[in-house]
């Protein structure tokens, strides 16, 4: 109780607080220090992160607890949880039509530090419709390693090294990854924040690369995941300033022995995200444009969806948007294309 009434006095004195709380549960900081705009996250927050989501010097606490034949075993005696409540209502193409769509999804987050040296983070959720618009899941443990590198495993995207999936301004998140079917289960080691490696995907065999640069204004990397049958290249661009974050996410899937390289193969496809987020205090626009296209043909799933969101933030850590997608990809009104109210809160 004495951390949520903190975090009420704080909104009243304290600028608006746009961010998932239970961190600010936690630590007692305000959710602007981390976040530009609910919910993207700042630079100083992508170190906090690197830092297992441990402040520096940070000693979590933790209760010992007596087991059996004599032994000790020991838990967090805290555990945050906070739940992420989206939900849309409006227009969407679907099987020809144009017809009334309505969905909510809900994620459950919560973070607990095992010992100094490691942390395990989870998002759980789901939505009421098959078709939603935006699921996403993560679990992930992860461990502080020598010379400040870390290890981690569990359910995750590349997507987790650059801009998170669901951390944009619109209602449709960066859909390059899942396109390109970047995500899944296995586990990396970070040496440093500009350089990552591991296994993507364990039960295909599926080993990445990403190597590059991240700064406060300005961050790039390149992507490898060279599989036989499953190779992928990419490219990843963000420059951002206060308010203002432009970004682009690039793709070469090719579907093909390793080494090949036939651009006008069937297999072979392009795949991107590319947006820009402009926040003016509590208000926000937010473009985004994700692609999937080929060198020759149409390929399976074409993808050429243009998005708007005009929208505001009326209360902490609550945005309420007017959106709108047009898909090129098909005749209006095939499949895609949507337009309607958006809401995603926080607490």
Request: proline share 4%; charged share 20%.
């Amino acid at each position: 109780m004495r951390y949520v009434l903190t975090l009420v006095v704080a909104a009243f004195y304290l600028t608006p607080l746009y961010g998932i709380p239970y961190y600010a549960k936690r630590y007692l900081k305000n959710c602007s220090e981390c976040h530009t705009g609910y919910a993207k996250s700042s630079y100083r927050a992508e170190r906090f992160k690197s830092n297992l989501y441990m402040p520096e010097n940070y000693n979590p606490k933790m209760k010992t607890v007596a087991f059996r034949r004599g032994g000790e075993i020991y838990l967090p005696q805290d555990l945050p949880v906070s739940f992420r409540v989206r939900a849309f209502l409006g227009m969407l193409a679907r099987e020809g039509e144009f017809r009334s769509y309505g969905d909510v999804g809900v994620n459950l987050y919560s973070s607990f530090n095992l010992s100094s040296v490691s942390s395990f983070f989870f998002s759980l959720g789901g939505s009421l419709s098959d078709s939603a618009l935006n699921v996403f899941r993560d679990v992930l443990l992860y461990l502080k390693m020598p010379a400040n590198s870390r290890f981690g495993m569990g359910k995750f995207s590349l997507s987790e090294f650059f801009i998170k999936r669901n951390a944009v301004l619109t209602y449709r998140g960066l859909r390059a990854y899942e396109l390109a079917e970047l995500e899944g289960i296995g586990a990396f080691l970070s040496l440093t924040p500009f350089l990552q490696f591991g296994l993507l995907d364990a039960r295909n065999g599926r080993p990445f690369l990403r190597t590059g640069a991240n700064t406060e204004h300005f961050s790039f990397a390149l992507v490898a995941v060279p599989v036989d049958g499953f190779q992928r290249f990419g490219c990843e661009v963000r420059t951002r300033f206060g308010g203002f974050d432009l970004f682009a996410v690039s793709f070469l899937a090719l579907d093909q022995k390793l080494g090949r390289f036939d651009l006008e193969d069937s297999t072979a496809s392009v795949i991107g995200s590319y947006g820009l987020d402009l926040t003016f205090g509590r208000y926000y626009a937010s473009l985004l444009y994700n692609y999937r296209g080929a060198f020759k043909g149409v390929p399976e799933n074409h993808t050429s969806l243009l998005t708007l969101s005009l929208g505001f933030f009326p209360v902490e850590n609550l945005k309420v948007s007017l959106e709108g997608g047009y898909e090129f990809a098909v005749a209006f009104p095939k499949r895609g294309t949507y337009v309607g109210i958006a809401t995603d809160w926080a607490f």
